[in-house]
Structures are given as structure tokens and as C-alpha cells.
């Protein structure tokens, strides 16, 4: 036979927000408690460092 796969996918969204190091904590716990829903696929939250950051239209170093 022939094999068939279902592929259910749910609404996404990408948030990017660029905040001080003392604000991370209060940032991601916002977002966690305005997205969690306790369902699978409520996402992540990924905290990085940035250490350059361009304006592409002025060369601007920000």
C-alpha cells in the first residue's frame, strides 16, 4: 500500500526583541506568561547576546 502522512500545523509567529541585559528575565517572563497556554507548540524563548548591530540605511552603527 501506499503511504499517506497528515501534517497539521498551527498558526506562527516570530517576536524579536532587543532589551538591556537587566531587563531579559522580567522580558522573557512576559512573554512566556502572555503565550503560554500549556499546549503543545506554545513555543520558545531563546535569549542571546548581540554584539554589533547595523542600520542598513545609514551604515549606522548601533
Given at each position: 500500500?501506499?503511504?499517506?502522512?497528515?501534517?497539521?500545523?498551527?498558526?506562527?509567529?516570530?517576536?524579536?526583541?532587543?532589551?538591556e541585559?537587566?531587563?531579559?528575565?522580567?522580558?522573557q517572563?512576559?512573554?512566556?506568561?502572555a503565550?503560554?497556554?500549556?499546549?503543545?507548540?506554545?513555543?520558545?524563548?531563546?535569549?542571546?547576546?548581540?554584539?554589533?548591530?547595523?542600520?542598513?540605511?545609514?551604515?549606522?552603527?548601533?
Amino acid at each position: 500500500g501506499e503511504n499517506y502522512f497528515k501534517f497539521s500545523t498551527l498558526p506562527k509567529a516570530m517576536v524579536v526583541c532587543y532589551v538591556e541585559d537587566d531587563s531579559v528575565d522580567s522580558v522573557q517572563k512576559t512573554i512566556a506568561d502572555a503565550a503560554r497556554t500549556g499546549k503543545r507548540g506554545d513555543g520558545i524563548i531563546v535569549a542571546s547576546d548581540v554584539f554589533e548591530a547595523q542600520r542598513i540605511r545609514t551604515s549606522e552603527n548601533l
